[in-house]
């Protein structure tokens, strides 16, 4: 379970790195971090929800 939550805080991270790193004048690496970053954590929460539901 704890690797879920390190992929949550991962995607978290590749999301706001732009910000953080300050390349948002960058247009392609902007929207790549966002894009990957809302993917691993929609992935990260989706499959936490099946781990959670599959344990009795």
Do not use: H
Not at 3 to 25: A, E, N, R
Request: hydrophobic share 55%; glycine share 8%.
């Amino acid at each position: 379970m704890w690797q879920l939550w390190l992929t949550g805080l991962i995607g978290i991270w590749v999301f706001f790195s732009p910000w953080v790193y300050k390349f948002t004048d960058n247009t392609g690496a902007l929207w790549n971090s966002i894009i990957f970053g809302v993917i691993l954590l929609i992935l990260a929460i989706w499959t936490g929800n099946k781990v959670k539901n599959n344990n009795p």
